[in-house]
């Protein structure tokens, strides 16, 4: 069975500052994974995912995320806050391959920037 | 339209009531996902469906919950005798791709409907 692991309910860091979100799966096949934004009241939003084509994967926002099979880790990071990146993001993965795979989250990660 | 919709946004119901959530995936999109987010926590996959098919519905949490998408756009989730656990957020999301498409499609979500039983 595949799960996710997102260390850290809630992260805070100072705007401009650089943004590190961990997620951390385990999947018995390659898997796909993905992340997604949530903002208040709000669905999510696709901000980026690996499907084996490069490990390093570029996103909206200016976020990315390193697939890295040995660790089994998927970390998302920005370089620089903005007060607009506050919201819940949530690390999600599938590994049933097709297009009829249901998503696995992890359990989100707040993350909260001050100013 | 140009994404998911959601309908109603807010339901409120008493404990037993019958409740009826509709989504309207994006317009062609084969696949239709129906997912549960508790408070604090991430989505739980419930159901899928590939045009009219509904063809996994491993995730549905007891047999009061019942899905449908007869003509393969609009669906219905629809929760009888609704109980206080109940109380959750449910997502739709949609697809381009059904079974043969390839892995890792992007799913595109609604707004969800914040359901709270009383």
């Known amino acids: 069975a595949q799960s996710v692991t997102q260390l850290g309910s809630h992260v805070s860091v100072s705007e401009g500052a650089l943004v590190l979100l961990r997620c951390n799966y385990s999947?018995?096949?390659?898997?796909?994974l993905f992340w997604y934004v949530q903002y208040p009241n709000q669905g999510l939003q696709l901000l980026l995912k690996y499907t084996s084509a490069a490990t390093l994967v570029k996103g909206i926002n200016g976020f990315e995320a390193e697939f890295k099979k040995s660790e089994t880790s998927f970390h998302l990071t920005k370089p620089s806050a903005h007060m607009s990146d506050a919201a819940e993001y949530f690390c999600?993965?599938?590994?049933?391959?097709?297009?009829?795979?249901?998503?696995?989250f992890g359990k989100g990660t707040h993350l909260i920037i001050q100013p | 339209g140009a994404g998911v919709s959601q309908s109603p946004r807010y339901k409120v119901a008493k404990r037993g009531q019958d409740v009826a959530l509709r989504c309207d995936p994006i317009?062609?999109?084969?696949?239709l996902f129906w997912y549960q987010q508790a408070l604090g926590q991430g989505p739980e996959f419930l159901t899928y469906?590939?045009?009219?098919?509904?063809?996994?519905k491993s995730g549905l949490p007891s047999d009061r919950f019942f899905a449908e998408r007869p003509e393969g756009s609009v669906s219905t989730l629809k929760i009888q005798r609704t109980q206080q656990e109940d109380s959750a957020v449910y997502l739709c999301?949609?697809?381009?791709?059904?079974?043969?498409?390839?892995?890792?499609?992007?799913?595109?979500f609604g707004p969800g409907t914040r359901l709270l039983v009383l």
């Open positions: 999947s018995s096949v390659p898997p796909y």
């Open positions: 999301a949609s697809s381009l791709g059904g079974l043969a498409a390839g892995g890792g499609e992007t799913q595109y």
């Open positions: 317009s062609g999109h084969v696949s």
């Open positions: 469906f590939q045009n009219e098919a509904q063809l996994d």
């Open positions: 999600a993965v599938s590994d049933r391959g097709g297009g009829a795979d249901g998503l696995t």
